[in-house]
């Protein structure tokens, strides 16, 4: 059975940072690219970074990009997503997601198994 | 960046009645389109994968259509748990990205 654990969420202030894994199993991780979405509270869902199986190629939404960095332990089957220079707009809950598909074109294909999320609030 | 739009917002269906959603892609997304259903508290579901196809486990009363810009997701008969909203989602822009729909919800009439 797939299973995705997400982990790390809290309250952090502007301008900090927090690390988020997603710790999973029942599957071959390896072979799995990976995403990040998320969701502001009462919003809709917003992709925010992706990663192929090997960890070689990664994408990030404009709203993140030189702030959030993905990253995979397949050793370890965890994704995580480390968020720096955090900002109130990025408040919500965020899941992370596998690939339907195995292989070279995984990172192109929709997203069949979420974790139940995270949530991530940043207040002072 | 591809932006996807959905219609109506909000649909008022009856239980036991045909429920239709639309979904519009700013450029052609070919077929990579998906459809999630998501409950209040719950993470996304995947519904349809490359327009027209159930995932695994999804129930016959779910169709997909569609490809190029123009997709819709039917329930052909509404069952209570099947209130809820629903996203569009195209996967054919890499990089850089994903985009979703704003989504659909589907409440009791």
């Known amino acids: 059975e797939v299973q995705l654990l997400e982990s790390g969420g809290g309250l952090v202030q502007p301008g900090g940072s927090l690390r988020l894994s997603c710790a999973a199993s029942g599957f071959t991780f390896s072979s799995y690219a990976m995403s990040w979405v998320r969701q502001a509270p009462g919003k809709g869902l917003e992709w925010v970074s992706a990663?192929?199986?090997?960890?070689?190629?990664?994408y990030y939404a404009d709203s993140v990009k030189g702030r959030f960095t993905i990253s995979r332990d397949n050793s370890k089957n965890t994704l995580y997503l480390q968020m720096n220079s955090l900002r109130a707009e990025d408040t919500a809950v965020y899941y992370c997601?596998?690939?339907?598909?195995?292989?070279?074109?995984?990172?192109?294909?929709?997203?069949?198994?979420w974790g139940q999320g995270t949530l991530v609030t940043v207040s002072s | 960046e591809i932006v996807m739009t959905q219609s109506p917002a909000t649909l008022s269906v009856s239980p036991g009645e045909r429920a239709t959603l639309s979904c519009r892609a700013s450029?052609?997304?070919?077929?990579?389109l998906a459809w999630y259903q998501q409950k209040p508290g719950q993470a996304p579901r995947l519904l349809i994968y490359g327009a027209s196809t159930r995932a695994t486990g999804i129930p016959a009363r779910f169709s997909g259509s569609g490809s190029g810009t123009e997709f819709t997701l039917t329930i052909s008969s509404l069952q209570s748990e099947d209130f809820a909203v629903y996203y569009c989602?195209?996967?054919?822009?890499?990089?850089?990205?994903?985009?979703f729909g704003p989504g659909t919800k589907v409440d009791i009439k």
């Open positions: 450029q052609s997304v070919s077929s990579n």
């Open positions: 990663i192929s199986g090997s960890g070689g190629s990664t």
């Open positions: 989602q195209q996967y054919n822009n890499w990089p850089p990205g994903v985009t």
């Open positions: 997601a596998k690939s339907r598909v195995s292989g070279s074109s995984s990172i192109r294909q929709a997203r069949d198994y």
